[in-house]
């Protein structure tokens, strides 16, 4: 069966500070991948998606930015982090169907 | 601007009820449409998917969609406390299996 990873679970960081989330995917091979965030209040917004190793389509223009170096690994960037990048950032991926199963998620603070 | 509206919340009902949960879609194209649950705290878990005019049921839940008039709703029979969540609506939105989120309802079934 599919299994999905996500680490850290929570992390606090200072403005200013660099970002690096990682996600992997075990029990499937040439999934889609997703990153999503999740801010108090507000409904999933998709920053990124990938349909293969170095292919990454980025759906909002902000300081984030991401990277699929293997199959099942995306990961997620920032050089400086803003207040505004605190939320609930959440990998997710897809396979033959158009299902998208989730991962734990990480839990961002920016201070 | 696709867009995904869900009906105001949040909803409360008393164990036993049936909870309706309605949604909305802009995008005509859609063919896929999701379900997922999120306790608070938690990541999006997938419940019902849809892809045909008509209902779906799979135990408690039943899925309907009417694509003509761009509906989309979930029904849950004899409500328990534990169904105590966010659900969210999710309409495919094109290629490469991404979806739109709505910002989810949130139930609460009173023992």
């Known amino acids: 069966s599919q299994t999905i990873h996500q680490w850290p679970a929570t992390l606090v960081q200072p403005v200013g500070s660099p970002l690096s989330l990682e996600c992997t995917v075990e029990?499937?091979?040439?999934?889609?991948l997703y990153w999503y965030r999740q801010a108090a209040g507000r409904g999933l917004q998709l920053l990124f998606y990938?349909?293969?190793?170095?292919?990454i389509s980025s759906e909002v223009p902000q300081n984030l930015s991401a990277s699929r170096p293997q199959d099942r690994q995306f990961i997620l960037s920032s050089k400086k982090l803003l207040l505004s990048d605190s939320g609930f950032y959440l990998c997710?991926?897809?396979?033959?169907?158009?299902?998208?199963?989730f991962g734990p998620g990480t839990r961002l603070t920016v201070l | 601007q696709k867009e995904v509206e869900q009906n105001s919340g949040p909803l409360s009902v008393p164990e036993g009820a049936i909870a309706s949960l309605n949604c909305t879609y802009s995008?005509?194209?859609?063919?896929?449409f999701f379900w997922y649950r999120q306790y608070s705290g938690k990541s999006p878990e997938l419940i019902m998917s849809?892809?045909?005019?008509g209902d779906k049921e799979d135990g408690r839940f039943t899925a309907q969609l009417n694509k003509a008039s761009q509906y989309v709703s979930l029904l849950i029979r004899d409500s328990q406390p534990s169904d105590s969540a966010t659900y969210l609506c999710a309409p495919e939105s094109g290629a490469n299996s991404k979806l739109t989120f709505g910002k989810g309802i949130t139930l609460s079934v009173r023992p």
């Open positions: 849809i892809y045909s005019n």
């Open positions: 029990g499937t091979s040439n999934p889609n």
């Open positions: 997710a991926w897809s396979g033959l169907g158009n299902e998208q199963f």
């Open positions: 990938s349909v293969g190793i170095g292919q």
């Open positions: 995008d005509r194209v859609s063919q896929s």
